[in-house]
């Protein structure tokens, strides 16, 4: 299917706030300089809809809309222990089995769980509810320190904010990065979070100005990607020793050094590659690989397709 143009989002009775805001900010219109979406809520039965802060909210339409759309969210609720009614679920397989792309994200995982849509499939939802979904549906793979999960058709997040990741990652999987960009600065937010759940299970404690020192060598070596950058390197810049310096990056990245530095390269390529008529060499050579042959074996494991194609995709000037 092309890329998705019409987004509808399931809002049961219950539905947290932030997760009804997450979606209208992505999808909702972004003025003339960015393509807009049509965006429909949807709930059991149109009429006002009460919200997990005592708001109500007023719903036009009910899951019929749901079946249609290119795009369907199942948002999070009060009462996710309970399955969404059986018109609901009808319209998520049926959407599904149109060809639509069905994302839940925290607890909206349990509807599509719920609809069977997960059934020998990978996927997230808060990591405090990761294992009540395992045992509830022993058919689905639970990632729990996932922020997002992406098994093609179908998509799932993690909790709360965990929404703009994957709404976010689903922008820029269907529309490219400068589009995902674009919302996300609207948004004052970033397009892009490394790591994944693991890191908010508990808050590590500064240690002496380490944390202040390490996103300074992250702000640095995001200026120089053209650079070689081992972490011997980053390390002795953020003055630790290099051992120290994994466990503090992990700890407040939820990743490995190598990890970032792969998805920041690989993200900087992106970019440039929609954004710019410059050729792939010089490119690889910007975002820090040797060669076009080497960015093309990162880019291929992460997009599966080379960079050229991906030009001719989602390029700008083209």
């Given at each position: 299917m092309p890329p998705f143009k019409t987004v509808a989002a399931y809002v049961p009775?219950?539905?947290?706030?932030?997760?009804?805001g997450i979606v209208t900010e992505v999808f909702g219109p972004h003025g003339a300089a960015l393509p807009g979406f049509d965006l429909t809520l949807c709930a059991d039965r149109p009429g006002p809809v009460p919200a997990d802060c005592g708001v109500p909210l007023s719903v036009a339409h009910g899951p019929d809309r749901l079946a249609d759309a290119d795009l369907v969210i199942a948002l999070p609720w009060a009462g996710f222990r309970t399955p969404p009614a059986p018109a609901v679920l009808d319209a998520l397989r049926t959407a599904h089995g149109?060809?639509?792309?069905?994302a839940a994200h925290c607890v909206g995982t349990f509807a599509l769980a719920a609809a069977g849509l997960l059934d020998g499939r990978r996927a997230t939802t808060h990591w405090r509810f990761a294992d009540l979904l395992a045992d509830r549906h022993p058919g689905v793979t639970v990632v729990p320190d996932a922020l997002y999960v992406d098994e093609g058709s179908i998509a799932t997040g993690a909790g709360a904010a965990a929404g703009f990741d994957l709404c976010l990652h689903l922008l820029r999987r269907e529309?490219?990065?400068?589009?995902?960009?674009?919302?996300?600065?609207?948004m004052v937010l970033p397009s892009h979070r490394d790591g994944g759940q693991a890191q908010y299970l508990t808050a590590p404690a500064p240690e002496d100005g380490h944390d202040e020192r390490l996103a300074d060598v992250l702000a640095w070596a995001r200026e120089h990607l053209h650079e070689p950058l081992p972490v011997t390197e980053l390390a002795r810049r953020a003055l630790m020793s290099q051992r120290s310096f994994a466990?503090?990056?992990?700890?407040a990245t939820?990743?490995?050094?190598?990890?970032?530095?792969?998805?920041?390269?690989?993200?900087?390529?992106?970019?440039?590659?929609?954004?710019t008529d410059l050729p792939v060499e010089e490119i690889a050579r910007r975002v820090g690989y040797g060669s076009a042959a080497?960015?093309?074996?990162?880019f291929v494991r992460r997009r599966g397709v080379p960079p050229r194609s991906y030009r001719r995709a989602f390029s700008a000037t083209t």
């Open positions: 009775p219950g539905v947290g706030m932030l997760a009804v149109r060809g639509s792309v069905v529309h490219g990065a400068a589009l995902a960009n674009a919302v996300a600065r609207d466990r503090r990056f992990t700890a939820g990743t490995t050094p190598h990890a970032w530095l792969r998805s920041l390269r690989l993200s900087r390529a992106e970019d440039l590659l929609e954004t080497v960015l093309r074996e990162h």
